[in-house]
């Protein structure tokens, strides 16, 4: 793919994007490919390569970084900090749903209904279209005691559901909303490591079901099982591998348009506070890309260990770069029609948030707009305010057009959904 | 866990109390030491005397709620706390999190260490990254557990359960560290963090 730099990119607006964690790939991208000559040495060889903490340096500022996983109580609905997310003039932002502890991808039914998966809490939830007497949607836990459910799906009445190696059926789910459903196991042929063992999944338009298998681990040689995703039919059979050199992808959707399949992906961490970005990717030929992991970080940057021998010319670069550490996870085109003209088939990516970089960074919702070209013409912020004074009043996990054309946006940090409309 | 007579009847006793005193559970206001009083009959009052069940001294609330929810939720197997904890209500969680994390830290405890622990520990300590998350001191941070001066066949048997994932944790960060520690690296850390 061919690097983008737009003309209309002004050096401030550049410089403002920067500082918001935000690039296009191009002049900008070359720049960073600089940087790792005078960054810190990369790795500890003390650690061994399946730690989640390979690769960081020891001592100093970096021993104080650490991933923190959110409460496993949903905060109650009064405290959640709605005051402080800001959205564009003319949008505004309202609590959709609370009380679903760890809340983090999503999938609507044709009927409304809201169905979440959780990573650290093993519940599954479906949220009621219609309030209640007290003007809350009601929460429904469909399922507990799974392991990881990060993933869900629904497709044709039944929900999919993304365990750390399983995925499940629910059939006729909207009659079994009262947690005693049995589903059917569709697929279990996967890793059973912890890291990045947890999946985000979707239904694509050739009617498949997408699997990400990430890295087990931060930076290490994948076996041939690992850092890819996978296509298989609904029943579980005809598994194959579609895009590989994929670290860790908890976000993908379908470009209206041209029905190719666009990804976030997290990049390494303990390289840099500043390097190397997450990614934007979009996946043009299914089987054939490699997106370069381990050896090539954000289409500019060799790995300083894996990356020897190689150059990134080798590997498809990224569509966009999406901030260093940012976390960026769901990802959804906007397909609406309630948001200005301006947001159509725009992407709209979750940024979780960083914890491998001093001053955090993401932590926000983000809207990535195409060019007449297709490819991305400027990333931009669209909800923030997760982030105060460098801690997080909420964690954004995915992003969801709604049926009316208004955003939802769920936080595991807090245990809700937020939703953004335009205009009402 | 490997039960032993003196440890059972102990536990059975302090379980009967612990269900008897089922009062704190139905007043969420009730004062804190009377909702510590079941706690501290098998964990001590901070340092914990019994085999097996560890000292809950200078835990942060943090910690202490994601665990209580753990067992209530069955997602961590730790008899008899998954039927202490099973009628809990989350407000129940918090109140017995906030109440234990006023216990003082534990006392240091065990035999003096054997010649060359303290060297091989200390490598694995710095190996394993264990203060990045548990703090330079070990004493915990946020969500993340105190390690220091805890039980040592306690500290040894919550390393395997991760390293065999038959305690997989909150967060996977644990399960992935023990990965790669040996039965050897085990007994050193256990024996060494346990007499900081």
């Known amino acids: ?424 | 866990m490997r039960r032993r007579p003196c440890v059972a009847r102990g536990l059975a006793a302090a379980l009967g109390a612990l269900l008897a005193a089922g009062a704190a559970r139905a007043a969420p206001e009730a004062a804190m030491p009377e909702r510590l009083a079941p706690c501290i009959g098998c964990h001590g009052a901070g340092t914990s005397e019994t085999e097996g069940v560890p000292s809950l001294g200078g835990q942060l609330p943090d910690y202490v709620v994601t665990q209580l929810f753990q067992f209530r939720e069955k997602q961590r197997e730790a008899p008899p706390m998954n039927d202490v904890a099973a009628g809990f209500s989350d407000d129940d969680l918090r109140a017995y999190a906030d109440a234990v994390a006023t216990l003082p830290p534990p006392a240091r405890s065990g035999a003096p260490e054997e010649a060359g622990l303290t060297e091989r520990a200390q490598a694995l300590v710095a190996k394993h990254q264990c203060s990045s998350c548990h703090g330079p001191d070990l004493a915990g941070r946020d969500a993340i557990p105190r390690i220091r001066a805890q039980r040592e066949e306690y500290l040894a048997k919550a390393l395997a359960g991760y390293k065999s994932n038959a305690r997989p944790g909150y967060d996977p960060a644990m399960n992935e560290v023990a990965q790669e520690l040996s039965e050897a690296d085990i007994k050193d850390l256990a024996a060494y963090v346990s007499r900081l």
């Not at chain 1, 948001?339 to 960074?361: C, M, Q």
Request: hydrophobic share 40%.
């Open chain 1, 1 to 424: 793919m061919t690097p983008i730099y737009k003309p209309v990119l002004t050096h401030t607006f550049a410089a403002a994007l920067a500082c918001l964690g935000l690039g296009i790939v191009g002049r900008q991208a070359a720049h960073a490919q600089e940087t790792p000559a005078t960054a810190a040495p990369p790795a500890s060889v003390k650690v061994e390569r399946g730690d989640a903490l390979y690769g960081r340096p020891e001592g100093g500022a970096a021993a104080k970084l650490a991933p923190v996983a959110g409460p496993p109580l949903a905060t109650a609905a009064a405290k959640l900090p709605l005051d402080k997310l800001k959205v564009p003039e003319g949008f505004h932002v309202e609590v959709y749903a609370s009380g679903l502890a760890n809340a983090r991808e999503m999938t609507q039914a044709p009927d409304g209904t809201v169905f979440v998966g959780s990573r650290t809490v093993g519940k599954v939830y479906a949220v009621l279209p219609q309030p209640d007497a007290d003007g809350k949607r009601p929460v429904k836990t469909i399922a507990t005691g799974l392991h990881r459910p990060n993933g869900v799906a629904f497709h044709d009445g039944a929900l999919y559901v993304a365990e750390l190696s399983k995925i499940w059926r629910y059939d006729d789910i909207a009659q079994h909303l009262d947690g005693a459903a049995k589903p059917t196991l569709v697929y279990d042929d996967l890793p059973k490591d912890e890291a990045h063992g947890w999946k985000f999944i979707a239904i694509g338009p050739d009617n498949k079901l997408y699997v990400p298998v990430g890295s087990p681990g931060n930076i290490l040689m994948p076996p041939d099982t690992h850092a890819q995703i996978r296509r298989i039919d609904l029943d579980g059979k005809n598994a194959e591998v579609i895009a590989r050199g994929v670290r860790n992808t908890v976000g993908f959707d379908w470009n209206p348009k041209t029905k190719q399949l666009w990804f976030t992906d997290n990049g390494r961490d303990w390289v840099s506070e500043d390097i190397p970005n997450d990614e934007l990717n979009v996946l043009t030929e299914p089987g054939k890309q490699h997106f370069g992991y381990p050896f090539c970080h954000q289409g500019t940057f060799t790995d300083p260990e894996y990356g020897w021998g190689h150059s990134c010319a080798e590997f498809t670069a990224p569509a966009a770069l999406l901030g260093p550490h940012t976390a960026s996870l769901g990802l959804r085109f906007y397909t609406g029609t309630q948001f200005p003209e301006a947001y159509r088939d725009a992407i709209f990516v979750a940024r979780h948030g960083s914890w491998n970089r001093t001053t955090k960074l993401g932590g926000d919702v983000v809207v990535a707009r195409l060019g007449p070209d297709g490819k991305i013409a400027k990333v931009e912020p669209f909800m923030t305010g997760f982030l105060q004074d460098n801690r997080y009043a909420g964690r954004p996990v995915d992003v969801l057009v709604a049926k009316d054309g208004s955003l939802l946006v769920s936080d595991d940090y807090n245990g809700a959904i937020y939703r953004v409309s335009y205009g009402q």
